[in-house]
C-alpha cells in the first residue's frame, strides 16, 4: 500500500478509495452518489473530497447498501446498467431484502 506521500503526488489521487486504494474508474466502475445523509454519516460531518469503493463505504456505514441510499441522478441511473456488478446490486437492492439478510 502506498505512502501517504505517494498517494499525494499521484495526478489521478481523487479516483481511487480513500479506505483501501483502489481505482475506481475502470471498466468495473465504483463511481456513484448517495445521499448526503450517508455520505456525511461515514465521513464524520466532515468535508471529505474523495471516494470510497462499494465495500469500504459499507464497512464505515455498518450495513450494505440499498437504492434508497443512492440519490437521484442521471450517474447512478447509468451505474444500475454498466457499473460493477457489486453496484449494480446495491443501487436495485430494496430495503426489505438488506433487512432480510442481516436478519438471517
Known amino acids: 500500500m502506498p505512502t501517504t506521500t505517494e ?3 499521484r495526478e489521478d489521487e481523487k479516483w481511487y478509495c480513500l479506505d483501501c486504494d483502489r ?3 475502470d471498466h468495473n466502475s465504483e463511481y456513484y452518489m448517495v445521499k448526503d445523509a450517508i455520505w456525511y454519516g461515514v465521513t464524520y460531518g466532515q468535508e471529505c473530497e474523495g471516494m470510497l469503493c462499494i465495500g469500504c ?4 456505514l455498518g450495513r450494505g447498501l440499498t437504492a434508497a441510499d443512492f440519490t437521484d441522478c442521471p450517474l447512478n441511473r447509468e451505474k444500475r446498467e454498466r457499473g460493477s456488478a457489486r453496484l449494480r446490486d446495491r443501487l436495485n437492492r430494496s430495503t426489505w431484502k438488506r ?3 442481516v436478519s438471517s
Not at 57 to 60: A, N, S
Request: aromatic share 8%; no cysteine; proline share 0%.
Open 23 to 25: 481505482f475506481q474508474l
Open 99 to 101: 433487512q432480510a439478510r
Open 7 to 9: 498517494r499525494l503526488l
Open 57 to 60: 463505504l459499507e464497512g464505515r
